[in-house]
């Protein structure tokens, strides 16, 4: 699968940000879709995934309560709603993909910046 990320941008502290996913290619039903993020300086991170089937979603502590991971089926596509942004979520966003029993993400697509002021 291909995955194209889209939505970032420069926001204040306390706003809201919706990215997107788009996945093209042959989806299977076993897949998991995963946001990551890499701030300067620093590792990538785990933000948030979603079972394709079924939608069972997992967050970082980080982001938990205040970042909603969802998947539009028709549309392909996968979000990521960003709530009560702070300065230290700033960074490119990613999305991912694989299999439900693989360990590693397989399937990477190009990043979305956010930058958040404070």
């Known amino acids: 699968v291909q995955l194209q990320a889209s939505g970032g941008g420069l926001v204040q502290a306390g706003g809201s940000l919706r990215l997107s996913c788009e996945v093209s290619?042959?989806?299977?039903?076993?897949?998991?879709m995963g946001w990551f993020r890499q701030a300067p300086g620093k590792e990538r991170e785990f933000v948030a995934s979603?079972?394709?089937?079924?939608?069972?979603?997992y967050y970082a502590d980080s982001v938990k309560g205040r970042f909603t991971i969802s998947r539009d089926n028709a549309k392909n596509t996968v979000y990521l709603q960003m709530n009560s942004l702070k300065a230290e979520d700033t960074a490119v966003y990613v999305c991912?993909?694989?299999?439900?029993?693989?360990?590693?993400?397989?399937?990477w697509g190009q990043g979305t910046l956010v930058t958040v002021s404070s």
């Open positions: 991912a993909a694989r299999y439900n029993v693989a360990v590693e993400y397989t399937n």
């Open positions: 290619g042959r989806i299977f039903s076993s897949y998991i």
């Open positions: 979603i079972k394709w089937s079924g939608g069972s979603t």
